[in-house]
């Protein structure tokens, strides 16, 4: 079973560019969501759409945004590129998002550099 | 904020069963425990998780306190592969609540 799969895998923009990011979920799974992880805050929660549904946001500014497809590929974007958006972007599936176990499985993620 | 206390890093020698704590001292009744790890540039890769009882998957074994309040994360016999940054987060069963990740125990294996 092919894994979660993120492209590009690395990025580099300068501000006040915008960007868009992709994500393939494992097949078969519904849920999808975003994370960004940088060495100051960590992991941090961005938003998770399940059925073409953003269903959980976290607290980002606007300039990040996503969709999901019928196919459950989701796309997120940003716009308005800032220093601060330097990071590594994870995306995550798993079947529903709402089982107890909550496996979700990452993908190698995005490195985005802001200049 | 994260609901979950761990060390910022651990050292094991390799070979030696290696035991990761997590404190949880404000978990609610129907809060699971769940562990992930994330080796250097990739994505986390979950690894066990638990309400109340003691759990054993082929990757560790999980410890959860009678008062559920804290953890231990146990890898039986840890390869240098087993050095990771590891999380320990609460969750809510039957949610669609996510994780929140704190800063997690950066775990060094030793030859």
């Known amino acids: 079973k092919a894994g979660v799969t993120q492209t590009p895998r690395y990025l580099i923009k300068t501000r006040g560019q915008q960007v868009t990011l992709s994500c393939s979920p494992i097949s078969g799974h519904r849920s999808v969501s975003w994370y960004q992880q940088t060495p100051g805050q960590g992991l941090q929660f961005l938003f998770e759409?399940?059925?073409?549904?953003?269903?959980n946001k976290g607290n980002f500014p606007g300039r990040f945004s996503g969709r999901q497809f019928s196919n459950s590929r989701s796309e997120m974007n940003v716009s308005t590129l800032e220093l601060g958006d330097s990071a590594l972007y994870l995306c995550?599936?798993?079947?529903?998002?709402?089982?107890?176990?909550?496996?979700?499985?990452f993908g190698p993620g995005t490195r985005l550099t802001v200049l | 904020d994260a609901k979950t206390t761990q060390p910022p890093s651990m050292d094991c020698a390799e070979g030696r069963a290696a035991n990761l704590p997590c404190n949880h001292s404000t978990i609610s009744g129907n809060e699971y425990v769940y562990w992930y790890r994330q080796i250097h540039s990739q994505g986390p890769q979950y690894i066990i998780h638990?309400?109340?009882?003691?759990e054993t998957n082929e990757m560790a074994s999980l410890i959860i306190t009678e008062d559920r309040k804290s953890s231990t994360l146990i890898l039986p016999h840890a390869t240098l592969r087993d050095t990771a940054v590891y999380y320990c987060i609460v969750r809510v069963a039957f949610s669609n609540y996510q994780l929140i990740w704190g800063a997690g125990t950066k775990l060094i294996i030793k030859p």
């Open positions: 759409y399940f059925s073409e549904t953003q269903r």
């Open positions: 638990g309400l109340k009882n003691n």
């Open positions: 995550a599936s798993s079947m529903t998002g709402t089982s107890v176990r909550n496996e979700q499985f």
